[in-house]
């Protein structure tokens, strides 16, 4: 059992760039594989980005393609959400989670981040 805890959340300007991490306790946080999603006031929660267990596959939303990129480190037991160009339509709360290589499922998720992009 894993526990994600994100950070990296804040206030930027609109163009700005954040880091966002995800980090968990225990050893075996390096074999799931682990999503971004988000969630803005009134909306449902969307897909951001995933990456497989060993990082060698990942995929983002066309929404955030060319400008959000997952990437993982295993050693530090973190995965790294880096968004740049941001946008007031990126405001949303911020969440990562952990699951199978081998399923669209996610077992354990962490309680969020806010990212707030001013325009």
């Known amino acids: 059992q894993v526990q994600p805890v994100e950070s990296g959340g804040g206030l930027v300007q609109a163009g700005a760039s954040l880091r966002l991490s995800c980090a968990a306790s225990?050893?075996?946080?390096?074999?799931?594989?682990v999503g971004w999603f988000r969630q803005a006031p009134g909306k449902a929660r969307e897909f951001v980005a995933r990456i497989t267990s060993r990082g060698g596959n990942s995929y983002s939303a066309d929404s955030v393609k060319g400008r959000f990129t997952i990437s993982r480190d295993n050693a530090k037991n973190t995965v790294y959400l880096q968004m740049n160009g941001l946008k007031p339509e990126d405001t949303a709360v911020y969440y990562c989670a952990a699951g199978q290589d081998f399923t669209s499922r996610y077992d354990y998720w962490g309680h969020g981040t806010q990212v707030t992009v001013s325009s």
């Open positions: 225990g050893r075996t946080f390096s074999t799931y594989a």
